[in-house]
């Protein structure tokens, strides 16, 4: 894969995690209290559905019609 693939990657990672900040600063901070106040096994089951779902969307993307 070349670079410019990688660099777009990273430049769409940043652009959607930092649009919440931007969009509604004042729920993200509402959000980020309740995360706070969340089990860590909750946090790490929140953190593996994500990451699955995200290997799905890469695969369901390059293999999919």
Do not use: N
Not at 8 to 33: H, N, S
Not at 58 to 63: A, E, L
């Amino acid at each position: 894969m070349s670079k410019s693939y990688w660099l777009t990657v990273i430049g769409l990672i940043c652009f959607f995690e930092g649009l919440p900040y931007m969009a509604a600063p004042d729920q993200l901070k509402g959000w980020l209290r309740m995360l706070l106040d969340m089990e860590s096994r909750h946090l790490r089951a929140l953190g593996a559905a994500m990451m699955v779902l995200g290997l799905l969307l890469v695969y369901w993307g390059q293999h999919g019609q």
